[in-house]
Nanobody, 115 residues
Framework: QVHLVESGGGLVQPGGSLTLSCAAPRIFFFSAPMGWYRQAPGKQRELVATITSGNSVNYADSVKGRFAISRDNAKNTMYLQMNSLKPEDTSVYFC?????????WGQGTQVTVSE
């Protein structure tokens, strides 16, 4: 079992910024594709951004130009820098790690964008 630990969620005003972190075990981190997903109440979980072990990135159209995904191999940690946040970004954000044919998920962290 791969244990992922997320942090960094919270309440922020529209236009504000937050940075999410996802720590993974070192043995898996270096070669595993990873990503951020989010799920709002009553909606399906959706892709936000992904990053390969070679640092190729992909973003959902809704966050392009506002969010940035990155990974720090020295800290075994993936990040999601979120800028210009909008109320529609309000969701529980999950990190995902793919190892072999299995996907592993973090526990989720709440991001709320509101006045």
């Amino acid at each position: 079992q791969v244990h992922l630990v997320e942090s960094g969620g919270g309440l922020v005003q529209p236009g504000g910024s937050l940075t999410l972190s996802c720590a993974a075990p070192r043995i898996f981190f270096f070669s595993a594709p990873m990503g951020w997903y989010r799920q709002a109440p009553g909606k399906q979980r959706e892709l936000v951004a992904t990053i390969t072990s070679g640092n190729s990135v992909n973003y959902a159209d809704s966050v392009k130009g506002r969010f940035a995904i990155s990974r720090d191999n020295a800290k075994n940690t993936m990040y999601l820098q979120m800028n210009s946040l909008k109320p529609e970004d309000t969701s529980v954000y999950f990190c995902r790690l793919t190892w072999g044919r299995s996907d592993y998920w973090g526990q989720g962290t709440q991001v709320t964008v509101s006045e």
